[in-house]
């Protein structure tokens, strides 16, 4: 059977959608039709039970999704054997990561990797980490580098360094003998943030909300959809705000920013990879993973700790077990 028509039916079959399938692949609704079809006529068996609303999956296609599922991961690992015999390792990879990873870790880590798989064409999209989570699960990415934990028995999910969330000021805002506010202060403060969704927005929420404060109670003037767009907001005296400590390097040195601390709590995080659990990993996928895992304790102060479960809980956030308070 046709590794493409497994692949589309596979999709079609988890969607229960013909049109969601298409996006998905990036193909027509057509085209997708057209697969299913022959697939059909292959098997002489018809595969689906067509509604106005969805799709549903007849006996036969039950059977076939199992095997269908099998056939796929043989296929992928046999690829991959082969592909590894290589002195070489020749292949594309497709990596989604968050804004804050994006813009200020993954740069140096694209530099070695390059240098050292000079044959790998990468492609590499920066969006926020909700969008990224969907695109893993729905098979459209090979690997995804997002800003926060969660739970999903479907996706894979390892630290690989750690990051701080820091509050930020127009460099006038506090007095020069204010080094830090109490974290009930918060609430009262104008504040520019990212968008609900991001990586930094989601963990800021969680440890806010594990501390007794509303996240739905903070006085947002703004919210923007990205790093700089905040970070120049604060710096035009729009608000302040909560963001990733490596993302304002320069603007600390330069005294475009003011650093102030906040004494009940210390906003500690780690960035995590994630793929899917059912997914073979190509050769293209191990060495980043490889490279990445080099190069995590030179890129932050304290590399993630290492754990042998699938998904590292923050501090207890996740189950409701801990408030996180230094």
Not at 9 to 19: L, M
Not at 41 to 69: E, G, I, M, P
Not at 115 to 141: C, E, G, W
Not at 222 to 235: P, Q, T, W
Request: with cysteine; glycine share 4%; net charge negative.
């Amino acid at each position: 059977m046709n590794y493409e028509k497994l692949q589309t039916f596979i999709t079609v079959a988890e969607k229960k959608s013909f049109s969601e399938a298409a996006k998905i692949l990036y193909l027509s609704q057509p085209t997708i039709t057209s697969q299913i079809k022959s697939l059909e006529k292959d098997l002489n068996t018809s595969l689906f039970d067509r509604t106005t609303k969805q799709v549903q999956l007849t006996a036969a296609a039950h059977v076939l999704y199992r095997y269908a599922k099998e056939i796929i991961k043989v296929s992928d690992t046999a690829k991959k054997e082969i592909l590894s015999m290589s002195e070489q390792v020749h292949g594309d990879l497709e990596v989604a990561c968050s804004l804050t990873i994006g813009e200020n870790i993954l740069p140096p880590i694209l530099r070695e990797f390059k240098a050292a798989y000079p044959f790998i064409q990468m492609r590499v999209n920066i969006t926020n980490s909700a969008s990224i989570i969907k695109k893993v699960k729905d098979h459209v990415l090979d690997i995804g580098l997002i800003e926060a934990p969660m739970e999903d028995p479907n996706l894979y999910i390892q630290p690989f360094m750690e990051d701080e969330l820091v509050l930020v000021a127009p460099p006038d805002y506090f007095a020069e003998e204010t080094k830090g506010i109490m974290l009930s202060e918060i609430a009262s403060l104008p504040l520019v943030l990212r968008e609900r969704g991001s990586g930094t927005r989601t963990v800021m929420n969680e440890y806010l909300q594990a501390n007794n404060i509303n996240p739905e109670q903070l006085k947002i003037e703004f919210e923007l959809g990205s790093n700089e767009a905040v970070i120049a907001a604060v710096e035009a005296g729009l608000g302040l705000s909560i963001l990733s400590k490596s993302a304002i390097k320069k603007e600390l040195q330069f005294g475009l920013l003011q650093l102030i601390t906040i004494e009940e709590i210390t906003f500690k995080r780690n960035f995590y990879i994630v793929y899917h659990q059912e997914a073979v990993l190509k050769a293209t996928t191990d060495v980043f993973l490889a490279t990445l895992e080099g190069l995590a304790g030179k890129l932050s102060d304290e590399p993630a700790k290492k754990n042998d479960h699938k998904l590292i809980e923050l501090g207890g956030i996740l189950n409701g077990k801990s408030r996180i308070t230094s």
